[in-house]
């Protein structure tokens, strides 16, 4: 049977890079708002916003934490820019098993940007970024009606397999206390 269709909603944070000065305030405030208590400490190693830096070149990209993936990529992209050669995972969203990037330094699980779904006011980064280098955006988009509690479920059986069931339901628990 055809799966129906519906249509959420997309949020997705635009990336102007030539406006980025590198100050990380989105470091510091998405790790704020994320830290339990809310607030309780500052962290960039916490954060789901992470500054690519090449200050002698005044060259500062955001990467927002995208998806966990349980193995490394085949295959990796190089990049030049301006020149200079970037490292092949520098740009990467991934909380991947090859770097320790996107990951809680203390358990090791995953990072991932949630576009601070419980911040009344939308993502916390775009609203400390004052040069406008991070600008939110919505768009509708259709989706097939089944997906979800399969695709999670798989995502939390890969996290149990990786980390343990112990580790995972901690964190879970940590989780459902913040706030
Ligand atoms: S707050 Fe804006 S300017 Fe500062 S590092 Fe983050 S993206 Fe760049
Ligand atoms: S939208 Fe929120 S969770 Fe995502 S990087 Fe920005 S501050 Fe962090």
Redesign the pocket.
């Known amino acids: 049977m055809k799966a129906e269709k519906k249509t959420k909603i997309v949020k997705t944070?635009r990336i102007d890079v030539d406006q980025c000065n590198g100050c990380r305030a989105?470091e510091v405030?998405?790790s704020a708002?994320?830290a339990a208590p809310k607030f309780s400490s500052n962290n960039p190693a916490r954060?789901?916003?992470r500054i690519i830096r090449d200050p002698l070149r005044d060259i500062y990209v955001p990467v927002?934490?995208g998806e966990y993936t349980v193995a490394e990529c085949a295959g990796r992209d190089k990049y030049m820019i301006d020149g200079k050669e970037y490292d092949e995972c520098s740009f990467c969203r991934a909380s991947c098993p090859s770097r320790e990037e996107f990951k809680e330094p203390d358990s090791g699980l995953p990072l991932k940007?949630?576009?601070?779904e419980d911040?009344e006011d939308g993502?916390?980064?775009?609203k400390w970024c004052l040069v406008d280098a991070l600008i939110y955006e919505e768009r509708e988009e259709e989706v097939a009606e089944d997906e979800g509690p399969e695709t999670l479920e798989i995502g939390l059986e890969s996290l149990a397999d990786k980390y343990g069931l112990e580790t995972l339901m901690e964190t879970m628990a940590r989780m459902a206390k913040k706030g």
């Open positions: 944070i989105c405030i998405c708002v994320h954060s789901r916003i927002l934490a940007c949630d576009m601070c911040e993502p916390q980064c775009v």
